[in-house]
């Protein structure tokens, strides 16, 4: 499936010099305005990965729902009608409840400096809630804070010094500030709020990283820095600054970046970042911000999707995971990384769930666990304590948010954040909405609460869970994705003419090969309409150059691409209105 795309290109300035590329991996929403001043090249606005979660609004009804309040421990394998082991349900607030018609995605935790109240922060499509959980039977959803732009399946928060810094891979986004200390009296909530800053030097980002012992924020798989390690000086909260970039190794998903205090004597007391760079884990040194430096670069056999891990505490292995590893049908594969020399990488072993199987997604670590967030197999928790030693990893805790469901799907748990001390763990469920959880780690027996207040001979989960797709596709399952997507613009007799030229790089599942896929655009200028196409070639790439035209006479050129045709038929989707 593929939706339609359309690229606005905007005038270009006189200094445009030479061919500018913007890259799009997997899951970009590319957006390069430029301020009209100084362009630096097109801005095209195209859809990579196809969210099937775009435009989804969820049947709850077909959830195993419970209400706020409902604590109810985990006793012979179940806690309100959930598969658990060692893990609590303290409470739950459904999509409704936070007042969204979307989806749920990233979430994260703030501890408030002054109060130590605990709060969760929680991603939605259409844009971020704040939920005090000091009382965690009873969460209490204070408000809303509005997208920047407009919904998108990607959202992603961190927090430094009392604010939020929110970013989305939606057009225009840019990172919004929120400053958290406004929680403390909310008079009648839920609240709309208003963004206490926004800095827009970037359009979209997949996701915001910050070291909080130094007030580096770093903006990855944004539409500058080629994807890379975009850093950002936020010890002023409310007025970010720009303050290097490392775009050696392309595109990064996601990253962790400390002060490192592990073996590598050569590194200690300096701030180094560990990439996962969808192929590989990149460790570079950024202390001195205007010249980072790559220390590292570690691929590994079979590797589909690098997309996100954490450091043990004492920074001598790193635990990554492969979200796309399922083309080579692995499942619940977590990757053990020596990282005891930030020089000499090395994989140290492969841990596979041995039951529960599913697409992995985001896992942090506290203390001597790995809390990871596995999409349909929900929240797993391991022990990492001899992941050192023998690259050994044993589960020790879980909550499965869809019980009795392990389809190798993206449903499910999102992610999850276990750092609050009072030891409760929040955690996203996709299509439900968020949930407060109590591990019990010590192996100690879980001391009962309260009944739930439904009827659980009523609240069953069905023996399958509903489609994704508002319209499922009768041909075979099988997604054409743009992986990248690149424009770069060339100035003509003295900058009177532009000319750009559009590269499609395409894949698709299941082993299917792209070749021979027929992509075909519509161009609109100043009225008149053309059409454009070219056929995917053996290396999955086709090339379509645009008409040169005047950029004082027509300062936008429209360009829309049509549903893609491949040997398996004509596919198209609604289901990406973020997109179009």
């Known amino acids: 499936l593929i939706s339609l795309a359309s690229i606005n290109l905007i005038r270009a300035s006189q200094d445009l010099s030479q061919a500018h590329t913007s890259r799009n991996p997997v899951g970009v929403d590319i957006d390069e305005t430029g301020n009209g001043q ?18 989804f609004k969820p049947d709850t009804t077909n959830y195993n729902m419970i209400n706020a309040g409902a ?58 809630a704040f939920v005090d959980i000091s009382d965690p039977s009873n969460p209490l959803h ?19 010094a009392d604010h939020a810094f929110i970013v989305s891979e939606a057009t225009g986004h840019g990172m919004q500030v929120f400053d958290l200390t406004l929680l403390r009296d909310v008079n009648n909530p839920p609240q709309t709020f208003s963004e206490t800053a926004h800095f827009d030097k970037f359009g979209y980002a997949h996701n915001v990283v910050i070291n909080e012992e130094t007030g580096l924020a770093v903006a990855v798989g944004s539409n500058k820095c080629n994807g890379g390690l975009y ?33 590598t004597i050569q590194f200690q007391g300096s701030e180094i970042c560990f990439a996962s760079n969808t192929d590989s884990i990149t460790i570079v040194d950024v202390t001195d911000r205007s010249s980072p430096k790559m220390l590292e670069r570690k691929t590994y056999a079979n590797s589909e999707y690098t997309h996100q891990g954490w450091l043990t505490e004492d920074h001598t292995t790193f635990l990554a995971n492969d979200e796309l590893d399922f083309r080579n049908n692995l499942y619940g594969q977590t990757y053990i990384f020596d990282v005891s020399d930030l020089r000499n990488v090395q994989l140290k072993g492969i841990h596979t769930a041995s039951t529960r199987k599913s697409i992995m997604h985001n896992e942090y670590i506290k203390g001597d666990f790995v809390y990871q967030s596995n999409y349909e197999a929900g929240i797993t928790i391991l022990d990492v304590s001899n992941a050192a030693n023998n690259g050994e990893l044993v589960e020790v805790a879980f909550f499965d948010m869809i019980s009795g469901e392990n389809r190798k799907s993206f449903d499910g748990s999102w992610s999850n954040y276990p750092y609050f001390k009072s030891g409760i763990v929040i955690a ?21 609460m309260a009944t739930p207040s439904y009827d659980p001979s009523t609240s069953k989960f069905p023996t399958s869970q509903p489609s994704i797709y508002t319209n499922p596709p009768t041909k075979p399952p099988v997604l054409v994705r743009i992986t990248s997507f690149s424009v770069t613009a060339k100035l003509f007799n003295n900058g009177k003419k532009v000319q750009s030229t559009l590269t499609f790089h395409l894949e698709n599942t299941h082993d299917i090969k792209a070749k021979g896929t027929l992509i075909k655009i519509n161009i609109t200028k100043g009225g008149t309409k053309k059409t454009k196409q070219c056929r995917i070639s053996r290396s999955g790439k086709c090339v379509i150059k645009l008409p040169r035209y005047d950029p004082i006479k027509f300062p936008s050129v429209d360009v829309k691409l049509k549903p893609i045709k491949s040997k398996f038929g004509k596919y198209e989707s609604e289901l990406n209105n973020e997109y179009k």
């Open 142 to 160: 204070l408000g809303t804070l509005k997208t920047h732009t407009k919904k998108s399946s990607w959202r992603d928060i961190k927090t430094y």
């Open 428 to 448: 996203t469920s996709i299509e439900q909405g968020f949930f407060v959880l109590r591990p019990n780690l010590s192996g100690e027996t879980n001391t009962p």
């Open 71 to 128: 604590s109810t421990a985990c006793i012979d394998g179940s806690a309100g009608g959930y598969a658990c082991k060692n893990v609590d349900l303290e409470a739950f607030l459904s999509l409704e409840a936070l007042d969204s018609g979307g989806i749920a995605n990233d979430i994260w935790g703030w501890t408030d400096s002054q109060t130590e109240k605990e709060y969760a922060l929680v991603g939605l499509a259409d844009g971020t």
């Open 231 to 263: 850093m950002i000086d936020v010890t002023d909260p409310v007025n970010p600054q720009t303050a290097g970039c490392f775009d050696k190794d392309g595109y990064t998903h996601d990253a962790q970046c400390v002060i490192y205090h592990g073996p």
């Open 38 to 55: 100084n362009f630096t090249g097109c801005n095209p606005h195209t859809a990579g990965y196809i969210s099937p979660y775009a435009n």
